[in-house]
Every structure is written in C-alpha cells, then in structure tokens.
C-alpha cells in the first residue's frame, strides 16, 4: 500500500487503481487496517507521499469501503519468517486470498522450512499485474489522484 502510494506509476500504484475500480479485492481487518495507518502516518512516509494525516484517514475509509472485512478466527502462528507480518497471513487464509502481494517475499518464507508453505501465492506487485486482463485507463488514474 505504501508504494502505490508513493508511486505514480508503478504496479503497486496500479493494484490500488485495480482495486479502486472492483478488479482486485482487498482483504481487511481491525489488525492491517491499525497496521497501515501506524505505517502510512510515519513523518517520513507522509512527506513521500505528499499526504496529510487527514488525507490518510480518507484514503484509509475509502479502502475499508471498498475491501472484504475478514474476522481472523483461526491463527496459523507461527507460519512465517517475520512475526510482524503474520497478521496479514491470518487474514489471507481466514480469508481465503488468492494471493499475498508484497516487496517483501522473503518475510513470507514459511517459519519452519519442514514446512510446505501458507498455500496461497505470495507475490510481488508485478506478479499479480501478469495475472490480470485489466489495464487502467486515463480516466481511472486521474479518478484516483490525491488532491
């Protein structure tokens, strides 16, 4: 989310675009959405993507609005390398996601390599473009531009 944020023109700008238009949908819950507010109001952050705080909160009741609201009753911890991004792992399983998107990949290996894995593709944000038939067009970027 921070890239596509920060970005114009990259793929993680584009999967927001995707997900803006009912392409993609996004897997919330209380946990990621506390998650991404914590991480997109950092100073540094906010000065990258040229947001206010309050411009965040909107975005952040937008995507809400627009996103799957999944209540993780089952936990699979510990199932990846990085304990800090299990809370998405609980909402893609509960979830039934057909993909984790992230930079990250290697925060995603599975905790134990015993272990097969989550069962659900973890890719980056060009992987989950090659998957789609759909491109935005002008007007659905200039529909998502920040003012």
Same mark, same amino acid.
């Given at each position: 989310?921070? !890239?596509?944020?920060? %970005? +114009?023109?990259?793929? %993680? ?6 997900a ?9 819950s209380?946990?990621?959405? *506390?998650?991404y507010?914590?991480? *997109?109001k ?9 947001? %206010? ?5 909107? /975005?952040?009741?937008?995507?809400? &609005? *627009? ?6 009753? /089952?936990?699979?911890?510990? !199932?990846?390398? $990085?304990? $800090?991004?299990?809370? /998405?792992?609980?909402? &893609? ?5 057909d ?9 995603? @290996? ?7 894995? *989550?069962?659900?593709?973890?890719g @980056? ?11 935005? !067009?002008?007007? !659905?970027? %200039?529909?998502f +531009?920040? +003012?």
């Open positions: 989310m921070l !890239s596509g944020l920060m %970005s +114009r023109m990259g793929a %993680s700008r584009v999967i927001l675009i995707a803006w238009e009912g392409v993609v949908t996004p897997l919330v209380l946990s990621t959405l *506390l998650e507010e914590a991480v *997109l950092r100073p540094g952050n906010l000065i990258a993507m040229g947001l %206010s705080r309050a411009e965040v909160d909107r /975005f952040l009741d937008q995507w809400t &609005a *627009l996103a799957d609201w999944v209540e993780p009753h /089952f936990s699979w911890r510990p !199932s990846i390398r $990085d304990p $800090d991004d299990e809370l /998405f792992v609980d909402v &893609a399983l509960n979830g039934a996601a993909m984790i998107v992230t930079f990250n990949l290697r925060d995603f @290996r599975p905790a134990d390599d015993r272990h097969p894995g *989550l069962g659900i593709p973890v @980056r944000p060009g992987d989950v473009l090659g998957r789609l038939e759909w491109r935005p !067009s002008a007007t !659905s970027l %200039s529909a +531009r920040h +003012r």
